[in-house]
C-alpha cells in the first residue's frame, strides 16, 4: 500500500548493493583529493552524480547512497560530512547552501517491527529550493519539500513541507516568520 508519496515497498537487492558498492567506492576517491585537485574532484562529482550543474563545491567528508539520483543545479555549495541518503531523487535549486554535518534522508524503513526484519523500505524524494541555506547538523526527512529562498536553521529536523522566503527551525522544524526586507544587510 502507498502512503503519501511514498514509493511501493520494496528490499534492498543485488542490483541495489551494486549501486550502492559504486558510489561508496567513488565518495571515498573524491575524499582523499587535496584542494589542489579540483578538476579530479569535478570528474569524479560528474561520475557520480545524475545532475552536477556549474560551481558545485561539495568539501570532502560527503556520503551518498547512490549517487545517481542527486541532481544539483548551478552554485551548490555541501559542507564538510554531509550525508545523501538518495535512494530516490534529492533535487538541490541554485545557490543553495548546506551546512556542515546535514543529512537528506529519501529512504524509510518499515515501520512493522518483522516487514524491518525482512528488509522492506519505501522512498520519498526530496526537493531543496533555489537560494535555500540548511544551517549545521540539519535533518530533512523522507518526501520533504523547502520552498525558494527560506532559511532552516542549525539543528533542526525537517519533517514537512517549509513555504519559501521563511525562516525556520526546531525538532520538528516549524516556520518562525517570512524573511522581510529587515532582513538585508545593507
Known sequence: MKRNNYSEPYIFDQTMMKKFQRAGSLCMQYNRTGEDEQELRRRILEELLGKCGEGILIVPGFRCQYGENIFLEDY??????????????????????????????TVNHAFDPEERTQGFCMDAPIRIGSRVWLGGDVVVMPGVNIGDGSVIG?????????????????????????????????
Do not use: W
Open 76 to 105: 551548490v555549495t555541501i559542507n564538510f560530512n554531509c550525508t545523501l541518503m538518495d535512494n530516490t531523487a534529492i533535487r538541490i535549486g541554485h545557490h543553495t547552501l548546506i551546512g556542515l554535518n546535514c543529512s537528506l534522508y
Open 154 to 186: 542549525a539543528g533542526s529536523v525537517v519533517t514537512k513541507d517549509i513555504p519559501e522566503g521563511v525562516i525556520a527551525v526546531g525538532n520538528p522544524c516549524r516556520v518562525v516568520r517570512s524573511i522581510t526586507s529587515q532582513d538585508k544587510l545593507f
